[in-house]
């Protein structure tokens, strides 16, 4: 991401969400035909520098996930 007045992907982080985006799109073709497989949760996983954690992070993915109401978030914390 890029922080600026606006929040943006990067160019490689906007070939990550068209690929993620493509990918979504074929398993729901799928899943018209097969909905056995629809069965479960869907994950993302991202790796979030503690900065932004600490600032922007949580404010940002709240409000997205309050206006998509799609959202559950699990945090897991890993120090290296």
Do not use: K
């Amino acid at each position: 991401m890029v922080r600026t007045p606006r929040l943006l992907p990067t160019p490689l982080g906007q070939r990550l969400l068209n690929h993620a985006q493509q990918v979504r799109l074929l398993e729901h073709d799928l899943l018209d035909r097969i909905p056995a497989l629809g069965e479960g949760t869907q994950r993302l996983r991202l790796a979030i520098n503690a900065d932004s954690l600490a600032t922007w992070w949580a404010p940002t993915i709240g409000d997205f996930c309050h206006r998509a109401g799609c959202c559950s978030i699990w945090w897991s914390t890993t120090r290296r």
